[in-house]
């Protein structure tokens, strides 16, 4: 299991030229499952990133987490994270984990993260998504179970 983090000022996510989802400030979440992930590992991701203190306080510090700024998250199911990249020049993506279980753990997730107490938005699993994203930072950070 994998999960890009990225702190960001607004991100807006569109389907066939439809906004579905956006976000103002907060986290880009990109979320990738491989084969074997399963719901102990997305509690304890849900858990890690609910908590993370990636927003400066008043002395520049990152100490405040996602819930003292009033952030969302922004839920992007991504199963490229899993690409191999070793051999040649084309990713193979057989660690990433089949669609229909994949899709099950990105909802378990982020059913999670609500739990946690997060305001989620949602992209749509599987679907070619165009992503508008405003980084604040940057800052970029990677979970990987």
Known sequence: MKAVVQRTKRVALSVDGKLISEIEKGFAVYF??????????????????????AFEDDNGKMNLALKDVGG??????????????????RPSFTEAEEPVKAKELYEYFGKKLEEFGMTVKYGVFGADMKIEQFNDGPVTLLYEL
Do not use: C, M, P, W
């Not at 969302?72 to 020049?89: C, K, Y």
């Open 32 to 53: 990738g499952v491989g084969k074997g992930d399963g719901k102990e590992k997305a509690d304890y991701l849900a858990k890690k990133i609910s908590g993370l203190r």
């Open 72 to 89: 969302e998250i922004l839920l992007i199911s991504q199963f490229t994270l899993l690409a191999d990249l070793s051999h040649g020049n």
